[in-house]
């Protein structure tokens, strides 16, 4: 039995480039959701790659911070971005390029 109106998660990119210098890139996630919060988690990132997840302050929708370091290898790697919220889940899929 569904809590409320179904959950979904998108991001505003598709594709996603980070550097190996460890600038920050930022990247808009969107929660439709009844609840104020929500716990994101991550696969398919390579090593050496970070992700951190910050709401905003009145839904779960907000802004995703990548980092990669000297370490991570270069490529194209399909992530996986969950979202748990209201008792359910979502996910979406995006691209996420480590540059040489």
């Known amino acids: 039995m569904l809590n409320g109106p179904p959950v979904t998660v998108m991001l505003g990119l598709q594709k996603i480039t980070v550097s190996p210098d460890g600038e920050p890139v930022s990247e808009l996630i969107f929660i439709a959701s009844p609840s104020e919060t929500a716990v994101v988690s991550f696969t398919g990132l390579p090593n050496g790659v970070s992700v951190k997840y910050a709401a ?26 969950t979202a748990m919220t209201a008792g359910q889940t979502a996910s979406t899929t995006c691209t996420l390029v480590v540059e040489k």
């Open 56 to 81: 905003s302050d009145t839904s779960p929708s907000g802004t995703l911070t990548f980092m990669a370091s000297s370490y991570s290898p270069a490529g194209s790697y399909t992530m996986k971005v």
